[in-house]
């Protein structure tokens, strides 16, 4: 256990954005020393979701006698019920304890389904990336955003084409204006619906 | 107490079972045995003989083949389809027809292909053992507790300038932004009326006083729902907020009363540098001057205000970077008015704006603000009845709630209301159906109980057939079945919407 602790600080150490080091429920939930929070991880276990959500992951990832509290926003995918899953995210604490703030998921060893980690954003760099688009805030003062898998926020600097409705999934490609203390600004060169992964009806 | 239903398994029991129900239970308690039962593992059913004047909501997993339908006694079947689904950007469509059915339903009635565990009271040990659980609330982020600079503060005859954007934001930049010299005509602990000096005369001192007046009162209104506008610039929440009335806010849109503008919660250094565009570091809102003496200046007011709290919340306590979608802001803000005592009982905007979305929904998308043939306020109507429903449904606190809270509005409803969203929206399009015609319906899923749709006027409908549709976009359909009963049948296409179904 000490040394998937190791491995996993070190993981956080050298590139905190890189990836989501993969630790078993148990052995996870047995080392205070991985727990830390704003910690990335990828675990395993059978969902157990707490109400018929859609858009919702609010449950327990159970693995045997250990469990723990998964909860968060549903991107391009939503797990089933009592499905066994691989899932990442970040760990986070709050009055009940720890829990893991859900990013994503995958049918467990479903290797066509990776974590997908926002890469650098630097100015004048063109990236491609899967987000959800929205158009936000108060109208006449409204703009549109793109969300990524693992929560980076890019505010795009003009509307996208007309008949892109907010809340649509799609491949985006984004040229990064700027980025500093107020996030990320880009401009948006393309965004094609994403196909194949079964959508949550998005809308909010 | 009574509870007759049926649930198939949907895709992803029970995260999106499918659901037919017909409810003689209070709401709470149908849905509570809805969970108890929905994942009992039933095949589909389609073939729905409720009794008359029943409601039912349609899942999209409801349907069997693409096809749903449902008979009763009655003569009029309405319809209201709404496609959650926003993965698609192209246009979609399902069809509805309307017609007089099979022949008269049996007289015991029974819903066809009963789950096992179905059908049965639910008692009240059960339902108050799942309700603790599915209402258990989400956790939020630890507010702000670290003040981060002192509050501005303003006394009467104070002059300072603002930058503002005088043309449409997406084009606003820091070299068109212009300079307004504005006065503070009026000030109280919690507002500061300052008027562009070039329009003083637009809100003499009496008026300001009054204005103020009602700022102070709608500021205890809305902060005590929401909680206090917490931002760089009043990390307490308990800063004068300014109000600058300006005839310049006509320049960007001549029937604009006023906004509020989130650029000005942050420093002005990173804004221009980083979004090229001035802020004022203010807690303030922009009002037009010429609307200053109208009638419905408070409430525009109150509706500005909640902007502010709820960018405030949203952002800087619960670090919601994303912020919201503009049909929720929009209509919090709404709703906001209603508190703060301008709202739809009181003869303010909401009513006209309802008004308009009942005769055009057919052309409002929530996903697409304004983006469509109809009235930009039809929006405003449309988005009123979704957080009005809110409300009166899951309590005046459920706005609240859902802003105070690290998560986006769908899964944040959810987490509440314990249903699919698209649901939700299914029930909404019932109870503004119910409401607008006087169906007399008296489920609480499925009615308002703060407000009368049909004092805001005529509701029109679409014909049955097919149904053009965009994302999150309600098609009201009515036809006419009978003499006797009435079926309605939803046949889906490349689209599968959820929907709203009275058989009247």
Known sequence: ?204 | MRLRLTASRGRACPAGPAVITTFRIPAVIATLALLLSACGGSPSSTAIRPPAGSVLTVDPASYSNGTFSATASGSTGYVAGIDMDAFQEALRSYSVSVDGGYPAPAAAYRLAAPSPAGDRPVSPQEAEAIFAILRRGLVPHRPLTRPLTVPFSYSTGSQRSFWMCIQPFATCTASNQVQITATAVHTTQRSAIFVDNDNLSDVPLALAQTLSGAADQFWQAITANLGLPQNPYNTDGLGQIVFLFTRKVGQIDSNLAGFFFPADLFPDSDTTQYWNIHSNQTNMLYLHSAFASRVSMPSTMAHEFAHLVHFSRRFFVYQKTSFDPTYFVEGLAMAMEDIAGYGYNNNGSARYFVGLFLQQSADVSLVRWGAGPADIRSYYGAAYLVTRYLLDRFGTDTLSRVINSTLDVAPSVESISSEPYGRTFASIAIAIVNSAQGLGITDPRFRYSTIDVSQAGAMSFLNPGTQATTPMNWRFVRGQGGPAQVRVTITAGTSTPYAGVILK
């Open chain 1, 1 to 204: 256990m000490r040394w998937a602790a190791f491995l996993l600080s070190l993981a956080a150490c050298q590139s905190p954005q890189a990836h989501y080091p993969y630790v078993t429920l148990p052995v996870l939930l047995g080392d205070p020393g991985l727990q830390a929070a704003g910690q990335r991880v990828m675990t395993s276990g059978v969902y157990r979701p707490n109400g018929p959500y859609e858009r919702l992951v609010h449950g327990v990832l159970a693995e045997g006698r250990h469990s723990l509290r998964l909860q968060g926003e549903a991107f391009d995918w939503l797990p089933p019920a009592d499905a066994r899953i691989d899932v990442w995210g970040v760990l986070r604490r709050d009055s009940q304890g720890l829990y893991l703030e859900f990013h994503n998921a995958r049918l467990h060893g479903d290797r066509t389904r990776q974590p997908r980690i926002t890469p650098p954003l630097d100015p004048g760099a063109e990236v491609e990336l899967v987000a959800r688009i929205r158009q936000v805030g108060s109208y006449p003062a409204t703009w549109w955003v793109a969300q990524t898998e693992d929560r980076v926020v890019i505010r795009l600097a003009a509307p996208p084409p007309p008949g892109v409705p907010s809340g649509l999934v799609a491949i985006v490609r984004l040229r990064i204006r700027s980025e500093g203390p107020l996030g990320t600004l880009a401009d948006l060169l393309s965004a094609v619906p994403l196909p194949g992964a079964l959508p949550p009806p998005p809308g909010g």
